[in-house]
């Protein structure tokens, strides 16, 4: 893991400050090291944060055997020893890092050997002989590339938006970026776009070539979300059953391949258990697993007893580390976690998050695996558990979609609009169409406008199409949100952060798998339950919530809204009567979902503009 940036500029000057301000910039991702290499066309930075194989033998910049290609990367491929032995059973190596093997196996391959990496990366490979950059992401995105075409035609790319400013000036917000978070706190769907105008990302799942001499990037898709037809979906029993059981142990497993101490997070859910449960039963009493968990103790949202649930099961096996949320004071926190997101984010689940990485930091740990991504695979989340009814209603399938209704203690409307979304699909997604446009109420003239040029509804799923709902869960609404919060709060504090559910082979099996074996019993994610059964405690094993790390808003809110009035000051971006109403709300200890929503993402928006200087 490490942070990498390039320039391609025959400004000579202007490749040298770039190189050093980018070493500056992005030395807490990878501080055990550091490279650049140039020649009259490019510039490229490293700073490398040593996982595997942590001698000279791995340094970047990396020159190939044939020296014809440069590549600075930043990730991991679990399964690079395999590559190895399988096409280059007689090389002679320097090393045994998986940089190594990229190289390699890019002289034979191309970008063809995208496909057969299994891991997180960004990568870009300079080719002296072509004079131009390959770029490549990983599936999920994981691993963040930015781009940014400069006005003079230059070409930068780096691990973080930082580096790509231009120091001194101030920069445009995009409009419609900031339009969806203000309105929805969701912008995934916005594909390569970030909130800075003039910045953009490459997509997950795609690899690009760029010359000097291109103004625009053309991007491939080399992955694609498997989609299985519903006629060729298997039942799951037994064998099934005992196959993800293989690959979610494989997932995990394959994840702990390191040089340096690894830990997890936990937060007393199925997911997190499991990971940690997995790991618990691979390790030994005298070399246990370090877990780290943030918890409220005392609120209703306490999930400590789950955590010790897993904590009694396996003993010795791990050493546990917590952090009591109820001592976060946003005012103490925000400007800082959002410097290091480099934009505004939705809850302060993000914060809880970064307290997590602290600890990992203070005993030592440089690789912390985690549960995120299991929800979004295989489709945990309540409104997943609608889409499914509605798919099945609308097959006709009575028999599996009546029983399971009944067991889910849905009110009446939410039963009304299942249905709905079952014979009438059209009508229930313009129905979300316009709760959401009526949340932007509060808006500007100016970022109203800016939704409103935005054709969404074509993005949106029909509530009974299960595999167009699986797209819009990881390309849009959750994976690229997941994925930027654990990559930044982990390298800020130079960790490296994995998830074994974003290992691609899971989402190649479960995707065959009949959608009657997500939810059964009235349990979601009955799928991990049955596999996973053996490292998850019975208390855990049968939960029906689902809170994550849970942080006490409210609360947050109540203590410090004189500091939230003075952050947010007198914007002219969204109706300053409404936020003002909000915080009066507040002030007279109301409590309210909507509200609180709304007023973070305010109060985080305008922190997020004054640290990056951005004109609204």
Known sequence: MCGIA?????????????????????????????????????????????????????????????????IIFNGEIYNHIELRAKYFPNKNWKGHSDTETILSLFEILGAEMFSLLVGMWAIAIWDTQEKKMLLSRDRYGQKPLYYRFYSNGDFGVASEIKPL???????????????????????GHLGDQTFFAEIFQLLPGSYAWISTTDTSIVSKKYWEIPLTHIKDKIPVGEREITLLKECLYEAVSSQTISDVPIGASLSGGLDSSLVVGILASRTTKNNPISVFTAQTPGSKWDESPYVKAVSDKWGSHINLFAKDLNQVKISESLERTIYIQEEPFGDPSIIAHSFLMDMAKDVGIKVVLGGQGADEVFRGYSHNIKQLFSHELSRLNFSYALPELKKSNYNLQ?????????????????MRMNSREKRRFFLSNELREAAGKFEMSSRLA?????????????????????????????????????????????????????????FENGFSKDLIR????????????????????????????????????EMVGSPTWVDGKVIQKDIDFYRSSGNSIEISERLWRTVSLACWSNLFNVKL
């Open 6 to 70: 390039a320039i391609l500029t025959q400004d000579q000057q202007k490749k040298d400050t770039f190189l050093e301000r980018s070493h500056q910039l992005l030395r807490h991702r990878g501080p055990d090291s550091e490279g650049d290499w140039k020649d009259g066309f490019v510039g490229l930075v490293h700073q490398r944060l040593s996982i595997q194989d942590l001698s000279e033998a791995g340094h970047q910049p990396m020159v190939s055997t044939n020296e014809r290609y440069i």
């Open 462 to 518: 029909l509530a009974n199409n299960w595999e167009a709902s699986l797209k819009e869960s990881i390309s849009g609404v959750h994976i690229p949100h997941l994925v930027h919060y654990d990559d930044r709060n982990g390298m800020a504090r130079s960790i490296e952060g994995r998830m074994p559910f974003l290992d691609h082979r899971l989402l190649d099996l479960v995707s065959t798998f009949s959608p009657e074996s997500f």
């Open 414 to 430: 939410e039963t009304l609009r299942i249905g709905l979304g079952a014979y009438f699909p059209q009508l229930e997604r313009s």
């Open 530 to 565: 049955k596999a996973g059964k053996e490292f998850i405690p019975e208390t855990v094993f049968k939960r029906k919530d689902k809170l994550g790390f849970f942080t006490p808003i409210h609360e947050m809110l109540h203590s410090e809204i004189d500091w939230v009035k």
């Open 165 to 187: 400013l231009i120091p001194g000036q101030s920069n445009q917000a995009n409009s419609l970026m900031v339009a969806e978070y203000l309105a929805l706190g969701n912008y």
